[in-house]
């Protein structure tokens, strides 16, 4: 099955809002809802949503994630240098599997 | 501490098979799915499968049915991933993560390195 579709890279200034985009389908997304995953280079991932916006404990209030139809986003307010890290969406799928998207590098100028 | 905790890395021929352990701790091992997760060297994450403790039910990627099995032993909390016939584009860092909504708890992951 085909994976989630993400753009490879956002940039944005510091203290700035990044929104983040991730495109399934209705199997996927537009059915279970997304999560998010934050990953700092040579670490695990870091869970930071789940099913939309609901966020484990200890993640920041400036992450909040969204969906409408078979696009998931992920908004980062007052982006601080610490932001910068590769994001992933990921989803449940019908045919009882994991998708993930390809990731997006975000940069904070 | 909740965490999952996995063993150290490998090194492997082609053709050869690998086992990764991933050992978890601070909570009810049975109470969550284990999920597999690969990441190639400057690549995206990449979904293998998953296993539920409990039951030890699976369910696995289509490109890796018939190369992957995913077993658990509930006595010591500790799921296994094994990979077989492997090839020089499995070499990547294998995760495993608890998920009962998202995948919450990642293990430090393992690097699988195939090569003659």
């Known amino acids: 099955q085909a994976g989630l579709t993400q753009p490879p890279s956002v940039s944005k200034g510091l203290r700035q809002t990044a929104t983040l985009t991730c495109t399934g389908n209705?199997?996927?997304?537009?059915?279970?809802?997304a999560a998010w995953l934050q990953q700092h280079q040579g670490h695990p991932p870091k869970l930071l949503s789940y099913?939309?916006?609901n966020r484990p404990s200890g993640i920041s209030e400036r992450f909040s994630a969204s969906r409408s139809g078979n696009t998931a986003s992920l908004t980062i307010t007052g982006l601080q240098p610490e932001d910068e890290a590769d994001y992933y969406c990921?989803?449940?799928?019908?045919?009882?599997?994991?998708?993930f998207g390809g990731g997006t590098k975000l940069t904070v100028l | 501490q909740v965490q999952l905790v996995q063993s150290g890395a490998e090194v492997k021929k082609p053709g050869a098979s690998v086992k990764v352990s991933c050992k978890a701790s601070?909570?009810?091992?049975?109470?969550?799915?284990l999920h597999w997760v690969r990441q190639a060297p400057g690549q995206g994450l990449e979904w293998m499968g998953r296993?539920?403790?409990?039951?030890?039910?699976?369910n696995y990627a289509q490109k890796f049915q018939g190369r992957v099995t995913m077993t658990r032993d509930t006595s010591i909390s500790t799921a296994y991933m094994e990979l077989s016939r492997l090839r020089s584009d499995d070499t990547a860092v294998y995760y495993c993560?608890?998920?009962?909504?998202?995948?919450?708890?990642w293990g430090q992951g393992t690097t699988v390195t195939v090569s003659s």
């Open positions: 993560a608890r998920s009962r909504s998202g995948m919450d708890v």
């Open positions: 601070g909570y009810t091992f049975t109470g969550y799915y």
């Open positions: 296993i539920n403790p409990n039951s030890g039910g699976t």
């Open positions: 209705s199997n996927n997304v537009g059915n279970q809802g």
């Open positions: 099913r939309n916006n």
């Open positions: 990921s989803a449940w799928d019908s045919s009882l599997s994991v998708v």
